[in-house]
Each structure stands twice: as structure tokens, then as C-alpha cells.
């Protein structure tokens, strides 16, 4: 039986690879000392793996493929076939940032101002390269965990932290100077596994799954009655991706008008609707948008 071997990252993006891979048709089923989760799909086996070390492990075949961030790719310089790009994080559908902080209070203001200076992070290779294309000499230490607290604890000069918000490098007292890189989470497949047709099938299979249902996140459907009358000034409300789906209620001068929206929409379009005649309006959630 053909069999593809998928890593499901570890830690902070485990969470939100679960509930998309739910959506997406697969229920991965973890406890805290399997490292080999079930999954309700005969042809794959998971693996539970840091997204640090994802892309070593798929650049070498332990895994077929796996999920991961563009920035750990580029940290281990692998050699690996990017499938897709999935542009959600632990928190929500935008990419993370690397970023240069400093104390607060400190005097260091731009890039130039760290030659000399040590930096502190656990992206030490790209940090490495980033400094020295720029011509700066900087010290670059790994760090094992909290790295915002090394500048307080005077470890190091600056730190280099990946961040959604920055709210949690503020709330550590330092501020955010430079951006060096955006990160997105990927998926990865090895290179030979890419070749097997099977394998390739399967990967963009998963693929295509997972960014309909990132897709879907953020939109709803609307359903409702409209009189064929008030039905112009109705089309005219809807915000869709194509044009409505509507039907002929039976044996009525009634529509029915169906639709997919963005679901920050909803709030102000619900009333409008109402106001121009629409009646029984149903909203409901999607798991996948293709």
C-alpha cells in the first residue's frame, strides 16, 4: 500500500496545524508521550517534530513531507521542494516577523549602531549572514529560550525574536528596531518523494485541502428570502466571490439568494439586508473555500 510519511511541527504552531488539518478532512489524534499521532487516513503516518528540525529530517527521507516556517528552511539552508504556502501562525493568518530588539532605554538605534555589539537568538545562521551582507560585525549567540530576557540580564546587546505583535517583547521592556525577515509556515516535501507520482499527488492533495480551509477561515455563507421585487436592490448589497446562487422558491414570488462573504462584513451587512426586504436569513460557517 502506498504510504507518504507527514511531520506535524511541535510547539507553538501545533495547535493551529491540528484545527486546520481537522478542517481540511484529517483528525489527527495526539497524547503527550506518542510521538506518532493517529490519523483517520490510511495512507499517511504522522510524526511529531520541532519545526526547527522539520526541514533537515524531510531534506534527508525520515519524513516524506512535513509542515514548518519559511524561516526555519532558510536557518538549515535545506533542500527541499516548497509544496505551498500556508500563511497562518499560532495566533492567526498573517505571517511572523523577525525582528531586532534592544532595551528600551538603549542608545542603539539602527544596525550600524551593533558593530561590536553581541545579539542574542535562536536564529543564528541567517542572523550570521543578514549581519555580515550588510558589513557589520556582530557577535551572534544561540540562544536556548527567553530571549528577551538576555538584554535585561545583560547577555547580550540585542536580540533577534521572532513576533506576531511585539506585545510581548514590549512587555520585557525593549523595543523593536528593525525588521529582518517575514515568515510564513510551509509545506515541505522531500526532494525524491516529490518525483514519486503517488507521493507528489498526495502532497498537493493536502495541499489544496489545507489552503481551502485557511481560505474559509475568514468568510462565511449567507443565506436568505428575497421578493423578487426587492431582489436588484438586494444583489446590489452582496459582496461575493462569484455571483450569488439563487433559486425560485416553489410556487412563490420569493428567491432564494445564497453567497459566500467575508465574515467581518456580516455585522453591517445583516441590517442592510433586512431593511431592503430580505427575510429568514441563515449564516453559517465553511470548512473549506476551493
Same mark, same amino acid.
Given at each position: 500500500m502506498n504510504l507518504l510519511k507527514l511531520g506535524i511541527p511541535k510547539g507553538s504552531l501545533q495547535k493551529a496545524t491540528l484545527k486546520l488539518f481537522g478542517k481540511s478532512g484529517w483528525n489527527i489524534s495526539i497524547t503527550d508521550r506518542n510521538y506518532f499521532p493517529e490519523i483517520n487516513d490510511e495512507t499517511l503516518t504522522c510524526s511529531i517534530l520541532r519545526a526547527q528540525e522539520m526541514s533537515i529530517y524531510v531534506e534527508n527521507g525520515t519524513i516524506d513531507a512535513g509542515l514548518t516556517g519559511r524561516d526555519w528552511k532558510e536557518e538549515n539552508e535545506s533542500?527541499?521542494?516548497?509544496?505551498?504556502?500556508?500563511?497562518?501562525?499560532k495566533l492567526s493568518q498573517s505571517p511572523a516577523k523577525w525582528v531586532l530588539a534592544v532595551s528600551a532605554d538603549s542608545d542603539i538605534k539602527e544596525l550600524g549602531d551593533l558593530n561590536g555589539k553581541k545579539i542574542s537568538t535562536e536564529l543564528v545562521n541567517f542572523t550570521r549572514k543578514y549581519f555580515a551582507q550588510k558589513g557589520i560585525d556582530v557577535k551572534v549567540e544561540f540562544s536556548w529560550g +527567553?530571549?528577551? *530576557?538576555?538584554?535585561?540580564?545583560?547577555?547580550?546587546?540585542?536580540i533577534?525574536?521572532? #513576533?506576531?505583535?511585539?506585545? +510581548?517583547?514590549? *512587555?520585557?521592556?525593549?523595543?523593536?528596531?528593525?525588521e529582518l525577515m517575514q515568515s510564513? #509556515?510551509?509545506?515541505?516535501?522531500n526532494k525524491q518523494a516529490w518525483e514519486d507520482p503517488w507521493k507528489r499527488t498526495k502532497i498537493q492533495t493536502i495541499a489544496l485541502l489545507l489552503k481551502g480551509a485557511l481560505k474559509a477561515e475568514n468568510m462565511v455563507g449567507l443565506k436568505m428570502n428575497v421578493p423578487k421585487e426587492r431582489l436588484d436592490g438586494i444583489i446590489s448589497l452582496l459582496p461575493s466571490i462569484t455571483s450569488p446562487t439563487m433559486a425560485n422558491l416553489f410556487q412563490s414570488n420569493w428567491v432564494s439568494v445564497e453567497v459566500m462573504i467575508h465574515k467581518e462584513k456580516v455585522r453591517e451587512l445583516i441590517p442592510q439586508l433586512i431593511r431592503e426586504g430580505a427575510e429568514g436569513i441563515i449564516e453559517y460557517p465553511l470548512n473549506k473555500v476551493i
Open positions: 533542500d527541499v521542494v516548497i509544496a505551498a504556502d500556508l500563511i497562518y501562525s +527567553t530571549t528577551e *530576557a538576555k538584554v535585561a540580564a545583560g547577555l547580550a546587546d540585542a533577534v525574536e521572532v #513576533t506576531e505583535t511585539g506585545s +510581548t517583547i514590549k *512587555a520585557h521592556g525593549l523595543k523593536i528596531i528593525h510564513n #509556515t510551509i509545506l515541505i516535501a
